[in-house]
């Protein structure tokens, strides 16, 4: 069975600080690996997914995530946090063997203060 | 122009009543589902139709119904409403392959009193 472990439910950060928010996966096979945000009230939006073209994945509003297969981590950063950018985040990991069953994580909630 | 679209976007209802929720999708995707969002912003997915054929049926209980007409149409059919199914429900679709990334509606809050 597939899982991913979002570590830190909540995470607080400045504005204009380093972002990272950590989700570890566990899969036996390869896994294909993404991350959502949530904005209130809103339904999920794709930030990026990893499907192995590249361990070093660059998605929307200038987020990125790196696949590092020893360490089991799939973790999501933004060089420079925005008021915008305050929402819920959740990771997911997706393959072979469950249909194209997307198995999520429980989120972290980012909040960025001035 | 909207992707994912569901309806209605909020319910609330009383305990044993049956309602439904309805989601289309204008995409072209083969494969739509449910997901349930409870109050800790936790997904779980119940349900995943290909093309009208469904494909995943997680441990729901039989209260819950889905029905495809078509491949663009996943509705939601929950009979003997109880407190326990308040939560927020997702539609989504997505291509058929694993690789392809979901795309979700904006969720129907469902409120049992």
């Known amino acids: 069975a597939q899982s991913v472990t979002q570590l830190g439910s909540h995470v607080s950060v400045s504005e204009g600080a380093l972002v990272l928010l950590r989700c570890n996966y566990s899969s036996s096979v390869p896994p294909y690996l993404f991350w959502y945000v949530q904005y209130p009230n809103q339904g999920l939006q794709l930030l990026l997914k990893y499907t192995s073209a590249a361990t070093l994945v660059k998605g929307i509003n200038g987020f990125e995530a790196e696949f590092k297969k020893s360490e089991t981590s799939f973790h999501l950063t933004k060089p420079s946090a925005h008021m915008s950018d305050a929402a819920e985040y959740f990771c997911?990991?997706?393959?072979?063997?469950?249909?194209?069953?997307?198995?999520f994580g429980t989120g972290t909630q980012l909040k960025v203060e001035l | 122009d909207t992707a994912v679209s569901q309806t209605p976007k909020y319910l609330v209802t009383q305990m044993g009543n049956d309602k439904s929720i309805k989601c289309e999708q204008n995409?072209?995707?083969?494969?739509m589902y449910w997901y349930k969002q409870d109050s800790k912003k936790f997904l779980k997915i119940m349900f995943s139709y290909n093309n009208k054929e469904l494909i995943i049926n997680e441990t729901v209980p039989n209260r819950f119904s889905p029905k495809s007409p078509d491949k663009a149409h996943l509705n939601l059919h929950i009979n003997s409403l109880e407190l326990g199914d308040s939560a927020v429900y997702f539609c989504?679709?997505?291509?058929?392959?694993?690789?392809?990334?979901?795309?979700f509606g904006n969720g129907t809050r469902l409120t049992v009193t």
């Open positions: 989504a679709s997505s291509q058929a392959d694993y690789n392809s990334p979901l795309h």
């Open positions: 997911a990991v997706s393959g072979a063997g469950g249909g194209n069953k997307l198995t």
């Open positions: 995409l072209g995707h083969d494969t």
